[in-house]
């Protein structure tokens, strides 16, 4: 598959990297990002439906942000040349989040260990949830289903408080950070960066917007909200949908190659829909990015047919659900299912 893959690239000519189209998005997801936080400040309708909106816009486009810039970015899929990572930096720090703790996080312990019960973050079921058979069953998680959606919500309000700090200090333990140093630099970094986001959108907001400070409080929880909300469903249809396989702790050796481990462990969903691939960065083409992380998502669309051909040829799981409803779905299927 990676052969064939590299393969096609080179006789397309085409650089796995971002290309002009992904550099002009970026422009144009930023700049609408500044363009409605101008908005917002200046207020011009004195509006509490305009502050709503504005809130809400922001929230969606820091998932957006997130998944198309800081994702592409981390994976080093965007760009190699230090100067536009540096540059890239720059996005990531107005949408509040630390990319290098998102880098252990997400590339080495997510895409190492998919779907492994106690590694893969993604399926830590938080006491509140069960994710797969492989965690232990409460009386309260027949409603799971009923209540995901307002503990989704509360993804941002977590990583863009505590959760960063947490991480560094559980990641020093484990050695993925490897000096004290390292970890009091990065905790400052943290602490700065988030003092700055804050300030940004709650508190230059409550100094300079003419609205009570609770419309303009309840405004940026709103943003959060909308941001947690979508990015965590995106995350969620990739990985914790019916079908796919869940990897229990006790399960030292696990029989299948890592290649076939992706295939068993993710699915893609409403392929060939333009809108929600450059929505949310080419994550519904989850299956490509696993097996080819390095690659700018912008081109998963044109791998897709030599994943699918190869999985067919040596008779591999190549999962997919038709659209983003059906994804959802099978979602909140499985939720119930696990919690009965």
């Given at each position: 598959m990676r052969q064939r893959v590299t393969t096609h690239l080179k006789q397309q000519h085409i650089?796995?990297?971002?290309?002009?189209?992904?550099?002009?998005?970026?422009?144009?997801?930023?700049?609408?990002?500044?363009?409605?936080?101008?908005?917002?400040?200046?207020?011009p309708w004195n509006s509490v439906v305009q502050l709503f909106a504005c809130y809400g816009s922001l929230g969606l486009l820091l998932g957006?942000?997130?998944?198309?810039?800081?994702?592409?970015?981390?994976?080093g899929a965007y760009a190699k040349h230090p100067i536009w990572n540096f540059l890239l930096e720059i996005p990531i720090l107005c949408i509040g989040l630390e990319s290098k703790i998102w880098y252990i996080e997400?590339?080495?312990?997510?895409?190492?260990?998919?779907?492994?019960?106690?590694?893969d973050h993604d399926i830590h079921h938080r006491f509140v949830f069960r994710f797969s058979e492989n965690?232990?069953?409460?009386?309260?998680?027949?409603?799971?289903?009923?209540?995901?959606?307002?503990?989704?919500?509360?993804?941002?309000?977590e990583w863009l408080s505590v959760k960063d700090f947490i991480k560094v200090i559980q990641y020093r333990k484990k050695g993925l950070i490897q000096s004290q140093r390292e970890a009091i630099l990065l905790f400052l970094q943290i602490l700065i960066k988030k003092s700055f986001f804050h300030a940004t959108f709650l508190l230059l907001p409550l100094l300079l917007i003419n609205m009570s400070p609770w419309l303009i409080l309840s405004g940026y929880m709103f943003m959060l909200v909308c941001g947690?909300?979508?990015?965590?469903?995106?995350?969620?249809?990739?990985?914790?949908?019916?079908?796919?396989?869940?990897v229990a702790t006790h399960e030292v050796n696990i029989p299948e190659n890592w290649y076939i481990h992706q295939l068993q462990t993710t699915s893609n969903f409403a392929l060939g829909n333009r809108f929600v691939t450059a929505a949310i960065g080419g994550l519904n083409y989850q299956i490509e990015h696993h097996l080819f992380p390095s690659v700018c998502h912008v081109h998963y669309p044109e791998i897709a047919p030599i994943v699918q051909q190869t999985c067919r040829e040596f008779g591999l799981p190549y999962h997919q659900?038709?659209?983003?409803?059906?994804?959802?779905?099978?979602?909140?299927?499985?939720?119930?299912?696990?919690?009965?």
């Open positions: 650089q796995p990297l971002a290309t002009t189209s992904m550099v002009l998005k970026t422009l144009v997801l930023f700049l609408t990002y500044l363009g409605i936080y101008a908005v917002l400040l200046l207020n957006v942000i997130g998944m198309n810039i800081m994702h592409d970015k981390v994976h997400h590339n080495v312990l997510h895409h190492n260990y998919t779907n492994v019960e106690g590694l965690q232990p069953k409460r009386w309260f998680h027949r409603f799971q289903f009923l209540y995901a959606p307002f503990i989704y919500g509360l993804l941002l309000f947690g909300f979508f990015m965590t469903m995106v995350f969620q249809l990739a990985h914790i949908v019916p079908n796919l396989k869940f659900l038709p659209s983003v409803r059906a994804a959802v779905r099978g979602h909140f299927i499985l939720l119930k299912s696990l919690g009965n």
